[in-house]
């Protein structure tokens, strides 16, 4: 895999971890002013999750294809 497509993947990925770590703090802190921003927060919790999870995934395609 080309030296800058990893180096843009794992940007990516630590920007995509420290949207869910801020966005979960905020949840465990009870930042939520209501029953629907707490959905809301957690949905895009998920969100983030799912992205990492795929973008790790398609790096490791990637790599097993090399």
């Not at 703090?25 to 930042?31: E, F, I, P, R």
Request: proline share 0%; net charge negative.
């Amino acid at each position: 895999m080309d030296a800058s497509v990893h180096a843009f993947a794992d940007e990516c990925r630590k920007t995509i971890r420290t949207y869910m770590n801020e966005l979960t703090d905020n949840v465990a802190l009870g930042s939520a002013k209501n029953f629907e921003e707490y959905q809301r927060t957690v949905g895009q919790i998920e969100g983030l999750a799912i992205a990492e999870r795929e973008l790790l995934n398609l790096l490791n395609l990637s790599s097993e294809e090399d």
